[in-house]
């Protein structure tokens, strides 16, 4: 059974601030996917990493694969009101079915002015 | 450019009342999946499809039925509604599960509450 934890659960800050959120797997797998979700909404995309130590950019978002390939990070820089919502991240393992993706129970970020 | 459409947006039923989700997409994905999503407890798979006349049982499964008759729709239902089936529901695509291209395509979301 594998186990995916995302830290924190919880984080509220200040417009302007750094954080850091942490995904993190008991298993290897083979692609990771970064999701945001806003209130009244479904979770859209943000990014696919799938090589181990990978680190993609989108603009003040930083995403990055460990190289063991069993966790990975996402760090927002100057954060701004408009980042506020759910952040989940997404595993694929290798020899997964078609029974999809494991999401982690997410990440909820509050942004304040 | 509709993407994943779900019917209804809200609902309210009584315990032991049956009602149907509806999923469309647009998308011509040969996969789809309905997810419940819950308060400290993240997304989980309740039951999927790898294609048109085919279904197939995810985490939690128990109290729900679903249909794939056409490859564009993927239908939820709930035969006898419990209070534990008060949920946000959600409904997503793939077009394929080559890795790092299974990306899935979300939509907005049914609320139903059970009294």
């Known amino acids: 059974t594998q186990l995916l934890e995302q830290s924190p659960q919880f984080l509220s800050i200040q417009e302007g601030e750094n954080l850091t959120v942490y995904c993190n797997s008991s298993s290897v797998f083979s692609s990771l996917q970064w999701y945001r979700q806003e209130p009244g909404e479904g979770p859209v995309l943000l990014v696919t990493?799938?090589?181990?130590?990978e680190v993609k950019k989108l603009k003040r978002l930083t995403f990055q694969f460990g190289d063991a390939r069993k966790d990975s990070s996402l760090h927002i820089t100057a954060a701004q009101p408009g980042d506020t919502g759910l952040y989940l991240c997404a595993l694929e393992y290798s020899g997964g079915g078609a029974d999809g993706l494991t999401f982690g129970k997410g990440t909820h970020l509050i942004i304040q002015p | 450019n509709a993407g994943v459409t779900q019917t209804p947006k809200f609902r309210v039923l009584k315990t032991g009342q049956s009602m149907t989700l509806l999923c469309a997409q647009d998308m011509n994905h040969e996969y789809m999946y309905w997810y419940r999503q819950d308060p400290g407890m993240g997304l989980r798979l309740i039951h999927y499809s790898v294609g048109e006349g085919t279904t197939a049982k995810g985490e939690v499964p128990d109290g729900y039925n679903v249909s794939r008759l056409k490859k564009q729709n993927f239908l939820l239902g709930l035969e006898s509604a419990a209070p534990s089936q008060t949920s946000v529901y959600f409904c997503?695509?793939?077009?394929?599960?080559?890795?790092?291209?299974?990306?899935?395509?979300f939509g907005a979301g049914s609320r139903l509450t059970v009294l």
């Open positions: 997503a695509s793939t077009p394929g599960l080559a890795v790092g291209a299974n990306v899935l395509t």
């Open positions: 990493v799938v090589t181990g130590g």
